[in-house]
């Protein structure tokens, strides 16, 4: 595993709107074979993929002994976010968070729920062996320390690279006021569900008997398969009340009766269905009710054959994932420059199954190797649905992220998409605004956006071994015609690639 010469860091602290942040990327001597990329998760990057960060989307590699700088700017989003490398799995280690604190107001404060008289923030991490929670840089379990009486807003990032995660605090509820930097409405919840990518900041208020209690988080573990079994630890860490008291000589109190079970599908659904957008004056809700662009796109895990089934996945062969059967290819330039310079080719596939049936033929389970793109218009309302398989026997939780737009999480459910019934339930009214969606396990997810920020912009699902088995796909927003609403010319330096293909070959998505 590479290690980077940016080190997890404490929170960068900025304002909303308009803030900018120069990071320095440098790639030291250390990183002798990796090469890496670095992304903020969840910042729009209005007009600038240029400075998105992912490996051979929007930039070839920052080569060992050089430099690239990302300018970074924030517009609407309030609240938490982070930035982590986006090259193989360097995420690991290579990851910080990021708090947008909300704009000088005079109307009685600058966050539109209860003050919180102290913030904390949690970064939930995996390395190899364990999970662990971290506080700033120092991967060690810890103490957040409480006063009686106060409330906290504690902003939780789930950094890990393939888990879901329950929380939940012994004797305290939680109450979500914001995720994915976009305020949501208060909730009171025992517990939490995060998946990889995702970031919730919650309220907790410290209205327990002085004493010592724990944080502990579980994973939701949304697949079957045997192989992909765990190590069912439960990882802790612990609220602890200041004061002059005789701390009790027994273990703090667990939260038995308030932490799902690690297969609990009801309880990740229901937390989720609960979470829904705040919308008031200052934060309105903009969720597009006509559609001009609708994509139907299976999110799904297959099957590379293995010769006499002599590898360790589904019926002796390697794992694969796909988006609408198509796996990655890594290209030898990146998609942002072969689209800037015109020099890439678009085909057009076309396919039909039913994807949810139990029992699939193995012939289905097996994803044709390419790059797969959708070209969209300027400020085209775009809806798309997003169906997860139970291709090969294997369905599981996916974890849709979009580079450059947050979207409106209009419906989900489980089984295949009605596309005649399933509308009639959207939520138009107060759709939750994410930068990533969780596809229920067997399930569907529809989100709505405005496709408003020109750009070459990665799709993918952030359980990070099914990125790299090859589950992502591109949108290209194009121009709108005028200066304010086209891409900006490329910086100075962008680091060089391999190879500068004459015409990179892409496959347009239905
Ligand atoms: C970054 O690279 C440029 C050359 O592209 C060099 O001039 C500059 O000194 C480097 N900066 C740092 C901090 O290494
Ligand atoms: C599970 O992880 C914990 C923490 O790293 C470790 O102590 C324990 O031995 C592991 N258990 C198994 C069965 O691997
Ligand atoms: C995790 O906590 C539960 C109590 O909810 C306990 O039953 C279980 O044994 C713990 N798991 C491990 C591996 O210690
Ligand atoms: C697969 O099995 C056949 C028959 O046992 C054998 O001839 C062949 O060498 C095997 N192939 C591989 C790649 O192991
Ligand atoms: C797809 O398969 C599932 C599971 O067998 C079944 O319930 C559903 O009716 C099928 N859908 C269609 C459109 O055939
Ligand atoms: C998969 O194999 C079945 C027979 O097992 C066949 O009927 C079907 O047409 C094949 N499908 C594809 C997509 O090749
Ligand atoms: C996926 O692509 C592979 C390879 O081209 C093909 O054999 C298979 O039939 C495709 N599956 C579906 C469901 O179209
Ligand atoms: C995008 O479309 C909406 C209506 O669908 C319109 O209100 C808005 O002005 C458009 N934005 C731009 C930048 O053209
Ligand atoms: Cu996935």
Avoid at 345 to 369: E, G, M, Q, Y
Wanted: charged residues 15%; proline residues 7%.
């Amino acid at each position: 595993m590479a290690a980077a010469t940016v080190q997890p860091q404490r929170a960068s602290l900025f304002r909303h709107g308009g803030c900018w942040l120069l990071l320095r990327c440098l790639v030291g001597a250390a990183l002798s074979l990796a090469r890496v990329y670095y992304y903020e998760h969840g910042v729009k990057q209005p007009r600038n993929p240029w400075h998105d960060g992912p490996e051979y989307i929007t930039q070839c590699p920052i080569a060992p002994g050089t430099n690239f700088t990302y300018e970074v700017q924030f517009t609407t989003e309030e609240g938490t976010l982070w930035w982590h490398a986006h090259s193989d799995w360097t995420r690991v280690t290579v990851h910080g968070a990021i708090v947008i604190l909300p704009p000088e107001r005079t109307d009685g404060g600058p966050y539109p729920f209860t003050k919180p008289d102290a913030e904390e923030v949690i970064v939930l991490v995996f390395n190899l062996r364990a999970q662990l929670f971290t506080h700033g840089s120092a991967y060690t379990t810890y103490k957040v320390m409480v006063e009686q009486g106060k409330t906290y807003l504690l902003r939780i990032v789930n950094a890990i690279l393939d888990v879901d995660l329950f929380l939940s605090v012994a004797g305290h509820n939680l109450t979500p006021v914001g995720s994915d930097a976009s305020y949501v409405k208060p909730i009171t919840s025992s517990y939490i569900v995060l998946s990889p990518g995702q970031t919730i900041d919650v309220l907790l208020s410290a209205d327990r008997p002085l004493g010592c209690y724990y944080i502990v988080g579980r994973q939701y573990s949304s697949n079957s398969l045997s192989i992909v079994d765990y190590n069912h630890s439960n990882v802790t860490a612990i609220l602890e009340y200041r004061g002059d008291y005789t701390p009790s000589a027994s273990p703090p109190e667990f939260p038995s009766s308030t932490l799902p079970i690690y297969k609990g599908n009801f309880a990740a659904l229901s937390f989720r269905e609960r979470i829904r957008s705040l919308v008031t004056g200052d934060h309105p809700s903009n969720v597009p009710r006509e559609v001009s662009m609708r994509m139907f796109v299976l999110v799904s895990m297959g099957v590379l054959i293995c010769p006499n089934s002599s590898c360790v996945g589904v019926y002796g062969n390697r794992m694969a994932s796909s988006m609408t059967n198509f796996s990655r290819m890594n290209p030898t330039t990146d998609i942002l420059q072969a689209y800037y310079r015109q020099t890439y080719r678009i085909f057009i596939l076309n396919i039909d199954h039913n994807f949810t049936a139990d029992d699939l033929p193995l012939n289905v389970s097996v994803p044709t190797k390419g790059r797969m793109v959708k070209v969209l218009n300027f400020n085209e309302s775009v809806e798309i649905v997003f169906q997860g398989t139970n291709i090969p026997d294997a369905a599981e939780t996916h974890q849709m992220h979009l580079h450059g737009h947050s979207f409106y999480v209009v419906g989900s459910g489980v089984g295949d998409f009605d596309e005649v019934n399933d509308p009639k339930g959207y939520n138009l009214v107060d759709p939750p605004y994410l930068n990533t969606v969780t596809v229920p396990k067997s399930g569907w997810a529809a989100i709505r956006f405005a496709a408003n920020n020109p750009g070459v912009w990665f799709l993918h699902c952030h359980f990070e071994k099914h990125l790299t088995w090859g589950m992502e796909t591109v949108l290209i927003v194009k121009d709108g015609g005028s200066a304010s609403t086209s891409i900006l010319p490329p910086p100075a330096y962008m680091p060089p690639c391999d190879g500068e293909a004459s015409s990179l070959n892409l496959v347009s998505m239905v």
